[in-house]
């Protein structure tokens, strides 16, 4: 194919203040007969503005976007073979890649390292404040004091409860009341805060973004979603949303921050700034940096751009996304969030390892992750769905006070609940050492000293008081999470799931790995643990079934698999519990598989009527082209224009009394005979354009898209000849080819529309929300929730 574009160039502050990642990029149409490209005749030497872009809630064109780069870069490489200077354009075009993905990785690890340290402060706040820099959490604050001990090291004088602050005594009945009221008070205010400022400054930045970041990849535009103003409301909000207790994490808002750091920054280079595809490459690494700074896992981030949130990921951006992963990880590490100059959020030593007996209870805790998974989709849509539909969603400040309110009511008396969800995962995964003072290792000490264990593991002991206490609050908080989590999900502040998910599977696993190891302990002659866990052995570590337990359970709701073990092993460390972890996975997803095939996010785009072709949803139908086309039986004729006998008035009343993105052009209305296809946008541009800028175009003026215009009378007005704005080779198909086929052509080339022929004549068109409706319509689901296409 040869193609004819125009291009305009855009300043670049107008382009970024516009706000989405779909401003003007510049484009054209084709013209294509045999070799080059040949200038129109009738237009104005200048480039046409905004021909070839596209409308808000519209789907970009892949094949023309792609094309378009194949030519400009066809272009550059002939012209480096002519002068040094040209050489070096192309060789700085060819570095422009990798130097934006070093831009990326930097700013978004930058962004997401201060995410963190602002979180962990403001998360502290709510318990106390320290006296030698109000700017200290807890931990920093303690640092430095020489009179912590071992068994209590989060106290000292310095860091001071806000009881002891106001009415001087940390102990007793009214210190706890004040304690409790104080963390309802900051937990209101953040809540309050976060919501206002979302629904103030940017609306966009509100949930999780993965949704709108997959059906932006597949081709979607949503101007405005990946904006400056996006980025600096989600950024600021997100800390405040994490710090006020609700039940969410920052991961997934970490993606939508990082792609928002991509977007604007492809406003500094031209080639990502004037193409809608070539953005998308860069948007897919963006999402790959955004898990590689959420969770220090850059190899897991890369799996789960590839996984989860990509349309296209051709080799390059493979390589690309791994090496803004890599400069993302390195720009967190330097700045240390976490002050134990390791990358990874929840770093576990765990001395004894698995039995293949211990494969049983990893693959019931998938079985509880598929479940819980499942339960929770449709929960949660469900509540999603009634917020839509009633004047709850019309209340959105009201419902997230609400809901803040309630979770630091219930939370606050429970140890468990009242720590964020990052420490619980933290205390969950620990494995117990003979000095720890956490409740989860109150075990009785052992009577003799050899049943201490080897080296440095730990004997399996007899659960204690404290232990039980610790059981009963982790029953109490896995109920609550798992209630909370649903209304949660979904409110007009920023919100992710993997903690949230995480958490529930962590509890669970936790709860099920003590009762494993005290029945190990009070059985260790029965025919499971014979030969293997002997007296005095370190058989059973909970803290690994904490573990697998969370990957089910964050499996269970996304549906990630390979990725998920990856990012799973990165975040811990604990590389040799593989096999555990990939056996609860797929065990979670065979599950959930059972009771829908969508994950939490695909849902969510359901619920939306995004234009989303899903991948993973097979086309079992037998029907054909024709029984989708439009237009159906009954239906008005399909509006097509001629390609030499239709004035310019005649042209502006069939797009004017239409609302479709495009027309077929034909030989003539008896004929049909496909000629091409025009789009709407750029035939009113077109149009406008000529009235304004050529003389002589008027309404009566005949509008040609044929190479050479027809005869006509010396007294008729100039025509206006359109050819160079026409698609001369759009996708067809016959009436008799099959829709899983047609499908496929949709998914495989990323299409907006496919005309439809019978012997050359055109018939009719297939959209791709006339896939989507088709599809909804067998599957028994509302058809008129696609909203877009």
């Known amino acids: 194919m040869g193609w004819e574009f125009w291009t305009r160039q855009l300043d670049e502050e107008e382009l970024v203040e516009n706000g989405g990642y779909d401003e003007y990029s510049s484009s054209s149409r084709a013209g294509m007969n045999g070799g080059g490209p040949k200038k129109l005749v009738d237009l104005l030497e200048d480039p046409l503005p905004g021909v070839g872009t596209y409308e808000d809630f519209n789907t970009i064109d892949w094949v023309r976007e792609k094309s378009k780069d194949r030519d400009r870069h066809r272009e550059i490489t002939n ?7 040209a050489l070096l354009r192309s060789l700085s075009d060819a570095f422009s890649g990798w130097l934006l993905m070093l831009l990326v990785g930097l700013m978004a690890g930058a962004l997401a390292g201060g995410i963190d340290i602002a979180a962990h402060w403001l998360t502290d706040l709510k318990g106390g404040v320290c006296l030698i820099g109000f700017w200290f959490n807890h931990e920093h604050c303690c640092w430095t004091s020489n009179e912590t001990t071992f068994q209590e090291r989060d106290r000292c004088p310095q860091w001071q409860s806000w009881a002891e602050l106001i009415v001087g005594n940390s102990e007793g009945a009214f210190a706890y ?14 809540a309050f805060l976060a919501v206002i400022l ?21 081709g979607f535009i949503i101007r405005g979603y990946l904006g400056k103003w996006t980025l600096i409301t989600k950024t600021i909000t997100l800390v405040l949303a994490v710090s006020s207790g609700l039940s969410l994490g920052k991961e997934g808002p970490l993606v ?26 860069v948007l897919s690494a963006a999402a790959a940096v955004g898990v590689s700074v959420a969770f220090g896992a850059p190899i897991g981030g ?6 989860e949130v990509s349309y296209y990921f051709p080799l390059k951006t493979l390589w690309r996304s791994f090496f803004a992963a890599l400069v993302a990880a390195f720009t967190l590490r330097s700045i240390n969030p976490f002050g134990n100059s390791r990358l990874v959020l929840f770093y576990v030593e765990f001395h004894a390892p698995w039995h293949l007996i211990e494969l049983a209870p990893f693959i019931l805790l ?36 609400v809901v803040a309110a309630l979770t630091a009511l219930i939370a606050y008396p429970n140890s468990y609940t009242r720590m964020s969800g990052s420490e619980l995962i933290s205390e969950l995964f620990n494995d117990c050492s003979l000095l720890d003072s956490s409740q989860l290792c109150g075990y009785k000490q052992p009577v003799n000293v050899s049943e201490t264990g080897v080296g440095n593991s730990l004997a399996d002991r007899p659960a204690g008081e404290g232990l039980y206490t610790a059981l009963w609050q982790l029953a109490l908080a896995l109920i609550f999470k798992m209630l909370i989590t649903v209304i949660t999900f979904g409110m007009k502040v920023p919100s992710g799931l993997f903690i949230p998910s995480m958490a529930v599977g962590a509890i669970a696993g936790r709860l099920l790995g003590v009762g494993m190891e005290q029945l190990a302990y009070y059985n260790h002659d029965w025919l499971i643990f014979r030969g293997w866990c002997s007296p005095g052995a370190d058989c059973i570590t909970p803290g690994l079934y904490a573990m697998v337990g969370a990957a089910a359970c964050l499996g269970g709701v996304t549906r990630m698999t390979v990725s998920l073990v990856v990012i799973m092993f990165e975040l811990t460390g604990g590389l040799e519990y593989i096999v555990p972890l990939m056996a609860a996975t797929m065990t979670s997803k065979w599950v959930a598989d059972a009771f829908g095939r969508e994950g939490i996010y695909e849902a969510h785009i359901r619920l939306n009527g995004y234009p989303f072709l899903e991948a993973k949803e097979e086309f079992e139908h037998s029907s054909l082209a024709v029984d989708v086309m439009r237009p159906r039986r009954g239906d008005p004729a399909l509006a097509v224009l001629t390609q030499d006998s239709m004035t310019v008035e005649e042209v502006e009343t069939v797009v004017d009394s239409t609302h479709y993105s495009g027309f077929p052009v034909v030989v003539s209305q008896e004929s049909q005979r496909l000629v091409g296809f025009v789009l709407r946008r750029d035939l009113l541009i077109s149009i406008d354009n000529a009235r304004k800028r050529q003389d002589g175009v008027v309404s009566t003026s005949q509008v040609v898209f044929t ?29 008799h080819t099959p829709m899983d086929i047609t499908v496929d052509i949709f998914r495989k080339l990323g299409l907006r529309q496919c005309l439809v022929t019978h012997n050359g004549r055109l018939l009719g068109i297939i959209t791709k929300k006339d896939i989507l409706k088709h599809m909804a319509q067998i599957a028994n689901r509302d058809p008129d929730s696609i909203l877009f296409n």
């Not at 009341?177 to 953040?190: G, T």
């Not at 400054?201 to 990849?217: Q, R, V």
């Open 707 to 735: 190479e050479h215009a027809p005869t006509q009378p010396p007294e008729a007005p100039p025509p206006l000849r359109l050819r160079g704005i026409m698609d001369l080779s759009p996708f067809t198909v016959t009436d």
């Open 177 to 190: 009341i004040v304690n409790y009221l104080m963390y309802i008070f900051w937990a209101l205010l953040f």
């Open 366 to 401: 998938g079985i509880f992750g598929g479940l819980w998974g499942a339960l929770f989709i449709r929960a949660n849509i469900a509540w999603c769905r009634r917020r839509k539909t009633t004047r709850l969603g019309h209340y959105p400040v009201i419902e997230v006070l």
């Open 79 to 85: 012209k480096s073979r002519q002068s040094t200077v």
């Open 198 to 218: 979302v629904r103030a400054f940017a609306p966009y930045a509100c949930g999780s973004g993965i949704p709108e970041i997959k059906t932006i990849l597949s």
């Open 302 to 307: 890369v799996l789960f751009s590839l996984e």
């Open 256 to 281: 939508h921050v990082a792609c928002c750091c991509a977007n604007i920054l492809c406003h500094l280079f031209t080639k990502y700034r004037k193409n809608e595809a070539k953005r998308r490459e």
